[in-house]
């Protein structure tokens, strides 16, 4: 079954204020941190950086809905949602400065960042599938972009999850853009959660603006998939930014985009708005949440930066037992490199 409910926008039917306001509270949070680190990354503190101004409400919202013991599959825009769901701050910043996942001492279910497009997908129906096997009751939500949804790991993931009925929310944040490729020209189909139907389960799509409704249906569909109902959810939103510091929207996209108001309308802004209309936070909460979250920012920068240099052998290490002919010579060509050139001067 195709659900539809991305025209239930900022429902307060079953608003409740202190879940509100935590909601407010790290979508503040993860704002400020995409802000900081596209600042960081301009001024050569990182080689590149993918922003999530725009889609803050759908990660809060999906982070929220998790359980403890529910395990994240993100891929390398999902900042927000490993922020909100515990992941300090420092270890993602770390990790753009070429440092390994996870650094600091959490205890979040959480596996590392997928780069590639879509190869976490049939991941995260594997990990479904093995704790079927191991008869344990957490879900899994695995988040992806809708240009995901055009390659192979897509479909196998969703057909071995149908088959085999494993615990995993398929999360796809449809933010009208995959680089520079709008929706209809990468499907023909009338939505992307319409394509659950073809593996047997069910798709839905949600207001991904919306951190309560996100929440909700997230809610939802990992009940649906401990129960052994994988479910698809395409979360409607929208980046408001560039795909990555290396690319340059301009040349693809115009600054009015045929989508309607609700989604392209910037999420933090609607949703303090809501709040403050029903008087769940006032001018004093905001004050003290953006203070907090500047505070939390430049401990997490300052942490960062006191850690002692990384060696760049480490990025050969791990993968192999015995490294392969073609990156010992790579790693040669690296420390080459290295000694002609001062990597503490290099610019991005």
């Known amino acids: 079954m195709h659900r539809l409910i991305g025209e239930r926008s900022l429902d307060d039917s079953w608003l409740d204020e202190q879940d509100a306001r935590a909601a407010f509270r790290d979508m503040v949070r993860t704002r400020r941190f995409d802000e900081r680190a596209l600042a960081l990354q301009r001024r050569g503190w990182m080689s590149g950086y993918p922003p999530f101004t725009g889609q803050e409400a759908s990660q809060v919202g999906a982070a929220h809905a998790m359980r403890d013991d529910d395990v994240l599959f993100p891929t390398y825009r999902s900042n927000a949602l490993q922020i909100a769901r515990g992941v ?15 650094l600091s001492d959490h205890d979040v279910p959480v596996f590392p960042q997928a780069v590639p497009i879509a190869t976490q997908i049939p991941l995260a129906t594997g990990a479904g599938m093995a704790a079927n096997y191991t008869e344990e009751d957490h879900a899994i939500l695995v988040c992806f972009g809708d240009g995901a949804t055009s390659e192979g790991d897509f479909h196998e993931g969703l057909n071995f999850a149908g088959v085999f009925d494993a615990p995993v929310v398929f999360f796809c944040e449809n933010n ?57 959810v395409e979360s409607l939103t929208y980046r408001q930014g560039a795909h990555t510091t290396a690319d340059d929207p301009s040349a693809y996209r115009d600054d009015d985009p045929d989508l309607p108001e609700w989604r392209v309308r910037d999420p933090l802004d609607r949703y303090e708005e809501f709040l403050r209309d029903r008087g769940v936070i006032d001018d004093a909460f905001v004050e003290t949440v953006r203070e907090n979250a500047e505070a939390e920012l430049k401990d997490a920068v300052e942490w960062v930066e006191d850690l002692p240099p990384a060696d760049p052998d480490d990025a050969f290490e791990h993968a192999y037992e015995t490294l392969p002919p073609a990156l010992v010579e790579q790693r040669e060509e690296m420390r080459e490199f290295l000694t002609r050139h001062d990597p503490n001067e290099l610019e991005y």
């Open 88 to 102: 300090p701050m420092s270890d993602i910043l770390a990790f753009r400065r070429g440092r390994p996942e996870y």
């Open 176 to 232: 009208a853009w995959a680089i520079s490729m709008p929706r209809e020209r990468q499907t023909a189909s009338d939505s992307i959660a319409v394509k659950a139907e073809a593996y047997g389960f069910e798709g839905v799509q949600v207001d991904g603006n919306d951190p309560l409704a996100v929440r909700e249906t997230v809610t939802e569909a990992l009940a649906d998939a401990r129960e052994g109902s994988p479910v698809l």
